[in-house]
């Protein structure tokens, strides 16, 4: 539906980036807690952190503009 809406192609960049960023810190979040005694986990946990808060919000504003509106 992303031809009806205001934004017109970029709802659909939004929201693909968004599930793309919960994958890939989901990912390297599991990465850190697997390879911890490589000593690379704090490193991968907070890339999963911050790549996972990242994704979260650009689908809340998604549903925050819709909603508004």
């Not at 697997?34 to 999963?48: C, D, T, W």
Request: hydrophobic residues 55%; positive net charge; charged residues 15%.
């Amino acid at each position: 539906m992303a031809a009806n809406t205001a934004d017109g192609p970029l709802f659909l960049v939004k929201k693909f980036g968004g599930l793309v960023l919960i994958f890939f810190g989901i990912l390297c979040i599991a990465l850190g807690l697997e390879y911890r005694s490589s000593g690379l986990s704090p490193e991968l946990i907070a890339v999963g952190v911050i790549a996972l808060a990242c994704g979260m919000g650009l689908l809340a504003l998604k549903i925050v503009r819709r909603n508004s509106g």
